[in-house]
C-alpha cells in the first residue's frame, strides 16, 4: 500500500464534504461537529471541470444515480474547514488517478490527524488519528474488502471479527467492524 | 434479549441498550425517585441516519417482519376522491419568501389506541429532528379534520394580523406575542428563529378562518388531535420540496395501517400560486432494473437470479426475475428514499444475504508500494532521536492565541497563523504555528518527572499560505526542548549537530548548514541563533527567555530548538 500524502490539516468542505456524496445539510456539517475556519474562510480555487460534476450529481442525479434533488451552493462549498477525516486527501488522490492517462490499479494508505469539534471527555478528544485504505482496481468486490479487514486486523492481533451493516453518505455497501476480545 | 440482537445486528441497526424505565430514573435520580415507574423492558435501537422508515414502531416492526419473511411488504394505496369531494390546499404568493412549499394528504376513518397516538407524534419530533433538519426545511402538522372544513389556504401575513389559540393553551394570541410566549420554552424556542425577523409568517386557516397552525412553530388549539380522533388531515410546509414529499409519504405509509382500510390513504389537492394543482402523496413506486451479475461480481457471491429477487424482496424491495432470467426488476416503495442508486440495492441484496456469511478474499492486485519520502525522513529521524536520550511527545495541533503568540513574545497577526470560527474552549482557537508551546505545556504537566526533561515532537504545524488551493499549508517541524537546572545550550545546539550529521549536512557556509547570532522575541538576548542550510532559514535555537518560561508556568532554564525539516526531504 503506498502511503497517501496527507499534510494538509486545513481542507475545504469541497473535498471533504461535497466531492464525498455528502449532501450540504447534512448534519454533520453543522456547526457543532465540525471545526469551520475564520481565516482563511474560503478556499480559494477549487477543480472547475469537477466542481461542475459534482453540483450536478447532488442536485439532479448522474452516473445511475438519483441524487439528492436539492439546490447546491458552491459558497457552501468554499467554506475551509479542519478536516474531519482523511477520506478528504483519499478524495483527492483517486481524483489524480482519474486523471492519469491510463488506469493502472492502486493500493493507497494514511495514517493521520482529524479534527472534530466535540467536547472533550473520557474517550474523545477534538483531535485524534485515523487509518485510511483504498483498493482501485477493477471487478473488486465485498468480500474482497472483508478479507483485506480481516488481515489488518489479524496482524494487529485482533482475530475475532464481525461486521455490520452501516449507513455512510460516501460508501454504499458500508459496515462497521466489530471485534471481540476474550475476557 | 439475545435473539434481538442478533437480529439487528444482521438487519443493520445497533441495540443500544436494553433498560426500563425504571433504570432510567434510577440512573438519573437515584433509586427513591424510581419506585412506581414502569418495569417494562424497553429497547433503545439506533438507527441509521438514512432510513426513515425506522423511526416508528410500526415501521421497524413491519421492516424486521418482512426481513424474517413472516409478513409481505404492504401496498401502499392512493384513493383519489371523486371530484369535488377532496381536500383541497390553497397556496398564495405570499409564501414563496418565507416558506414556498407545501404538500398535504388525509388519513380517513383511523383508530387510535394511547399507544398508536404516542408514535404518531413521536414520529413526527423524530422527522422534525431528523430529514427535516430541526423544522428548517420542512414542518409537519396533523389536524383533526372533523374540526374544520376545507378548502384550506397556506398564506403569509403579518404577524399582528394572526391571532389564534396555540396547542395547549387558553387564550388567543397574536403571532407576535406567541414569539414572546415560547422564548422560553425548552422545547419551541429553538425554531423561532425560522421565521422571527420576517415581514410575514406562514399561516394555514379553513374555509371558516380556523388557524389550523403557524408553521413551524405551533398548531392551534383547535385542531388538535386525541385518541378519539377518526379522520386526520396532514399538512407539511416547508424550503425543500424533495424533502416535504418524502416525509408525508413516510408518516402516511407508516400510520395508515390502523385506516378502516388499511394501507389505504386518500389523496388531497394542492392548488399553486399560478393556478396549476398536484395531487399529494405522491406514494411514488419506482422501477429500477439490475443485472443479478451486477450483484454477485459486487458483492463477491454466486446466488441465482431468483434467490437473488428473494433476498431483496426481504428487505422491503419486491422483485422478480425478468427477461429468461438475466435480470431483475426492482419495485422500489415510498418508504425507501434512501435508495438511489443500483449500489444501494446492491448492499440492501448484501444485508439480506448477511454479511458474515461472505467469503472473505484478498484482492489480485498487485502493486509496488512507496512510503512518502517526508513520513520516512520523519520516522527515521524519530528513532535516532531517541537514542539521543530525547523523550518523544505528541501534542495537540490546535491552541490558544495566546499560546503561540502573546506568551512567546509575538504579535498574533506576525504568526500568520489559521483562526478557527466556532471554537468550543479557549483552548482551540488557532491551529498551533509551532511546536514549542506544546512541549513547554508538556514539560508544565510533568513537572514532578526527574530532571532533565528532555522533550522532543516531529510534528505538522499549520500555516496561512495563499499559494495553495486552500490557502493553507502545513509544514513538518522538529521541536527540542531541555529542561533543567542549568539551561543545557551546548546540548541543544549538539542535537541539532547531530541531527545535520544524520542528515548528511555539513557544518558549511556554502553546501551545508551555519548558524548566525540573532534576536528571538521568545529568546534570551545573546543567547539566540538562526540555523541557515539548503539556502534559507530553516529554524531557530537557543535559550528561552524567562518571561516565556514563566509564562508556560515552568520554573527551571530551558533552551529550545526548532526547524522545518521539509527542506531534507
Given at each position: 500500500f503506498t502511503e497517501m500524502p496527507t499534510d494538509n490539516f486545513v481542507e475545504s468542505s469541497f473535498w471533504n464534504f461535497d466531492a464525498l456524496f455528502q449532501p450540504q445539510q447534512h448534519p454533520a456539517r453543522d456547526q457543532h461537529d465540525t471545526f469551520f475556519l475564520q481565516d482563511p474562510a474560503e478556499a480559494p480555487e477549487l477543480p472547475a471541470g469537477y466542481t461542475a460534476k459534482v453540483k450536478k450529481v447532488h442536485s439532479q442525479g448522474g452516473y445511475g444515480s438519483q441524487g439528492y434533488?436539492?439546490?447546491?451552493?458552491?459558497?457552501?462549498?468554499?467554506?475551509?474547514?479542519?478536516?474531519?477525516?482523511?477520506?478528504?486527501?483519499?478524495?483527492?488522490?483517486?481524483?489524480?488517478?482519474?486523471?492519469?492517462?491510463?488506469?493502472?490499479?492502486?493500493?493507497?494508505?494514511?495514517?493521520?490527524?482529524?479534527?472534530?469539534?466535540?467536547s472533550?471527555?473520557?474517550?474523545?478528544?477534538?483531535?485524534?488519528?485515523?487509518?485510511?485504505?483504498?483498493?482501485?482496481?477493477?471487478?473488486?468486490?465485498?468480500?474482497?474488502?472483508?478479507?483485506?479487514?480481516?488481515?489488518?486486523?489479524?496482524?494487529?492481533?485482533?482475530?475475532?471479527?464481525?461486521?455490520?451493516?452501516?449507513?455512510?453518505?460516501?460508501t454504499e455497501p458500508s459496515m462497521e467492524v466489530f471485534s471481540y476480545h476474550e475476557g | 434479549d439475545e435473539e434481538f440482537n442478533e437480529l439487528c445486528f444482521e438487519f443493520g441497526l445497533e441495540l443500544d441498550e436494553i433498560t426500563s424505565e425504571k433504570d432510567i430514573i434510577s440512573k438519573e435520580k437515584g433509586e427513591e425517585k424510581a419506585k412506581g415507574a414502569s418495569d417494562t423492558v424497553l429497547y433503545k435501537i439506533d438507527v441509521p441516519a438514512n432510513r426513515y422508515d425506522l423511526l416508528c414502531l410500526e415501521g421497524l416492526v413491519r421492516g424486521l417482519q418482512v426481513f424474517k419473511e413472516r409478513i409481505n411488504l404492504p401496498s401502499y394505496e392512493k384513493i383519489i376522491p371523486p371530484e369535488g369531494e377532496g381536500q383541497r390546499l390553497i397556496i398564495t404568493g405570499e409564501t414563496v419568501h418565507v416558506r414556498p412549499h407545501a404538500v398535504a394528504a388525509v388519513l380517513r376513518n383511523i383508530t387510535?389506541?394511547?399507544?398508536?397516538?404516542?408514535?404518531?407524534?413521536?414520529?413526527?419530533?423524530?422527522?422534525?429532528?431528523?430529514?427535516?433538519?430541526?423544522?428548517?426545511?420542512?414542518?409537519?402538522?396533523?389536524?383533526?379534520?372533523?374540526?374544520?372544513?376545507?378548502?384550506?389556504?397556506?398564506t403569509a401575513k403579518p404577524p399582528s394580523e394572526i391571532k389564534f389559540k396555540p396547542l395547549n393553551q387558553s387564550q388567543e394570541y397574536t403571532a407576535s406575542q406567541i414569539m414572546d410566549l415560547y422564548r422560553t420554552d425548552s422545547h419551541l424556542r429553538h425554531y423561532l428563529h425560522l421565521i422571527e425577523n420576517k415581514p410575514l409568517y406562514p399561516v394555514i386557516y379553513d374555509s371558516n378562518g380556523v388557524v389550523l397552525s403557524m408553521p413551524p412553530i405551533i398548531n392551534g388549539d383547535h385542531t388538535k388531535i386525541s385518541v378519539k380522533t377518526r379522520n386526520v388531515f396532514i399538512e407539511c410546509t416547508g424550503t425543500d420540496i424533495t424533502k416535504a414529499k418524502i416525509v408525508l409519504d413516510i408518516i402516511v405509509t407508516m400510520f395508515s395501517e390502523y385506516c378502516e382500510k388499511p394501507f389505504s390513504v386518500e389523496a388531497a389537492e394542492v392548488v399553486y400560486p399560478n393556478g396549476k394543482t398536484h395531487i399529494y402523496p405522491e406514494l411514488a413506486y419506482r422501477k429500477e432494473k439490475v443485472k443479478p451479475e451486477l450483484i454477485n461480481k459486487k458483492i463477491?457471491?454466486?446466488?441465482?437470479?431468483?434467490?437473488?429477487?428473494?433476498?431483496?424482496?426481504?428487505?422491503?424491495?419486491?422483485?422478480?426475475?425478468?427477461?429468461?432470467?438475466?435480470?431483475?426488476e426492482i419495485e422500489i416503495p415510498p418508504t425507501r428514499a434512501d435508495i438511489i442508486h443500483a449500489c444501494d440495492i446492491v448492499e440492501d441484496a448484501a444485508i439480506a444475504y448477511g454479511y458474515n456469511n461472505i467469503q472473505m478474499t484478498i484482492p489480485k492486485t498487485y502493486t509496488i508500494a512507496n512510503q512518502l519520502p517526508l513520513n520516512k525522513l520523519t520516522e527515521l529521524l524519530r528513532v535516532d532521536l531517541a537514542a539521543a536520550g530525547f523523550t518523544e511527545a505528541l501534542t495537540f495541533a490546535l491552541c490558544s492565541q495566546e499560546d503561540i503568540a502573546d506568551k512567546l513574545g509575538m504579535d498574533i497577526s506576525a504568526t500568520k497563523a489559521v483562526r478557527i470560527a466556532?471554537?468550543?474552549?479557549?483552548?482551540?482557537?488557532?491551529?498551533?504555528?509551532?511546536?514549542?508551546?506544546?512541549?513547554?505545556?508538556?514539560?508544565?504537566?510533568?513537572?514532578?518527572?526527574?530532571?532533565?526533561?528532555?522533550?522532543?515532537?516531529?510534528?505538522?504545524?499549520?500555516?496561512?499560505?495563499?499559494?495553495?488551493?486552500?490557502?493553507?499549508?502545513?509544514?513538518?517541524?522538529?521541536?527540542?526542548?531541555?529542561?533543567?537546572?542549568?539551561?543545557?545550550?551546548?546540548?541543544?545546539?549538539?542535537?541539532?549537530?547531530?541531527?545535520?550529521?544524520?542528515?548528511?549536512?555539513?557544518?558549511?557556509?556554502?553546501?551545508?548548514?551555519?548558524?548566525?547570532?540573532?534576536?528571538g522575541s521568545a529568546f534570551f538576548p545573546g543567547r539566540c541563533a538562526e540555523i541557515f542550510a539548503k539556502g534559507q532559514s530553516i529554524g531557530k535555537l537557543g535559550v528561552l527567555h524567562p518571561d516565556v518560561i514563566t509564562k508556560f508556568e515552568l520554573t527551571m532554564p530551558c533552551s529550545a530548538l526548532e526547524i522545518n525539516i521539509e527542506p531534507f526531504v
Open positions: 434533488k436539492y439546490d447546491w451552493r458552491l459558497e457552501e462549498a468554499r467554506k475551509n474547514l479542519l478536516r474531519t477525516h482523511t477520506t478528504s486527501a483519499s478524495a483527492r488522490a483517486l481524483y489524480r488517478l482519474a486523471r492519469q492517462e491510463k488506469f493502472s490499479p492502486v493500493k493507497y494508505f494514511s495514517i493521520d490527524r482529524v479534527f472534530r469539534n466535540e472533550l471527555d473520557a474517550t474523545h478528544l477534538a483531535e485524534f488519528h485515523q487509518v485510511e485504505g483504498v483498493v482501485a482496481d477493477r471487478g473488486l468486490t465485498l468480500g474482497h474488502l472483508m478479507g483485506t479487514l480481516r488481515q489488518f486486523f489479524n496482524q494487529l492481533g485482533i482475530t475475532q471479527l464481525r461486521f455490520k451493516p452501516a449507513y455512510n453518505p460516501y | 387510535f389506541t394511547k399507544e398508536r397516538y404516542d408514535s404518531f407524534i413521536d414520529l413526527q419530533e423524530k422527522l422534525h429532528q431528523n430529514i427535516c433538519r430541526r423544522r428548517a426545511l420542512v414542518a409537519i402538522g396533523t389536524h383533526d379534520l372533523d374540526t374544520i372544513s376545507g378548502p384550506f389556504t397556506f463477491g457471491i454466486s446466488e441465482t437470479p431468483s434467490s437473488l429477487a428473494k433476498l431483496l424482496t426481504r428487505m422491503c424491495l419486491k422483485s422478480h426475475v425478468i427477461g429468461n432470467g438475466n435480470n431483475i466556532n471554537p468550543k474552549t479557549a483552548e482551540f482557537q488557532v491551529a498551533r504555528t509551532t511546536l514549542l508551546p506544546g512541549l513547554l505545556k508538556t514539560i508544565a504537566a510533568n513537572r514532578k518527572m526527574p530532571l532533565p526533561l528532555k522533550l522532543f515532537e516531529i510534528s505538522d504545524v499549520v500555516v496561512k499560505d495563499p499559494n495553495t488551493d486552500v490557502g493553507a499549508r502545513n509544514y513538518r517541524h522538529f521541536c527540542a526542548v531541555y529542561y533543567n537546572k542549568s539551561p543545557g545550550f551546548e546540548i541543544i545546539h549538539g542535537l541539532l549537530d547531530r541531527v545535520m550529521q544524520l542528515l548528511e549536512v555539513p557544518p558549511s557556509e556554502e553546501n551545508g548548514y551555519t548558524i548566525k547570532a540573532t534576536e
